[in-house]
């Protein structure tokens, strides 16, 4: 079997619990996965908030879901289950998300058709006609408005649920940055911009300038915006999010085809 990344050192910074799936993907085709996470995911403190609101579900016509880990940490705040409501209408922000949803039980009645953002799931004809209608955006603490915006110009009730919040890992960096000093790191994976922000920040400004030489992955045309402003010169956006996706766009960045 051909093994596109042999010899090929590929830093994944996704968060701890979600970075094995790439890694493994990157080592089969023969690459080094170095696992950097610049970015920690942990439940919100309020617990019995959290379970309040997802008990009274029935004040709600949508529960939108921004991610795969707003699914998970509203289940492990909630026991581990989220009662259906007849009133609801189930909807997801991109694939991994709905798989979340299905893997709890739950419907997914509106999903994307191109794309895995708030633009696509905006694009949606069920809700563009929301007037008069109250939606629960399922989410982690902060994060981008336009979702809120666009649907509260349409008429809607937006309410947030912030069931997780993201914070800097406390790591050892100077492994990385002992390679990036060796010149011995040839691509880096970045699925956030926050990731990104986190990467400059846990490794320093003396290292900013040897990053920006490597080729970067992103998932996005809003990250790689970000990454151009930040001074990052050679920049890769796949497909999708998924990490299948992440991994054929990194082969490209290596092998050119």
Not at 201 to 217: C, Y
Request: charged share 20%; aromatic share 4%.
């Amino acid at each position: 079997m051909t093994q596109a990344l042999a010899g090929v050192r590929v830093l994944v910074t996704r968060p701890a619990h979600q970075a094995e799936n790439l890694a493994g993907l990157i080592e089969q085709q023969g690459g080094s996965a170095i696992r950097f996470p610049t970015l920690a995911i942990v439940a919100q403190d309020e617990v019995a908030s959290i379970r309040q609101t997802l008990a009274n579900l029935d004040n709600y016509q949508w529960l939108i879901f921004i991610s795969a880990n707003a699914v998970n940490f509203a289940l492990k705040a909630n026991g581990g289950k989220i009662d259906h409501a007849k009133t609801v209408h189930f909807a997801a922000v991109g694939q991994a998300t709905a798989q979340a949803m299905h893997r709890a039980g739950l419907n997914v009645d509106v999903l994307p058709e191109n794309g895995y953002n708030s633009e696509a799931l905006l694009a949606m004809p069920p809700l563009q006609q929301v007037d008069g209608q109250h939606c629960l955006i399922i989410r982690g603490e902060g994060g981008r408005e336009q979702l809120a915006t666009t649907l509260r110009s349409r008429g809607a009730k937006v309410s947030y649920l912030e069931v997780y919040k993201r914070t800097i890992p406390r790591i050892d960096s100077s492994p990385v940055a002992k390679l990036l000093a060796q010149q011995q790191l040839d691509v880096i994976t970045v699925t956030s911009a926050e990731a990104l922000q986190n990467l400059n920040l846990m490794l320093g400004e003396e290292h900013h300038q040897r990053l920006s030489l490597i080729p970067l992955v992103v998932v996005s045309e809003r990250i790689r915006q970000q990454a151009f402003d930040m001074g990052f010169n050679r920049i890769a956006v796949t497909d999708s999010p998924i990490d299948t996706a992440i991994l054929e766009t990194v082969i490209t960045c290596v092998t050119g085809e």
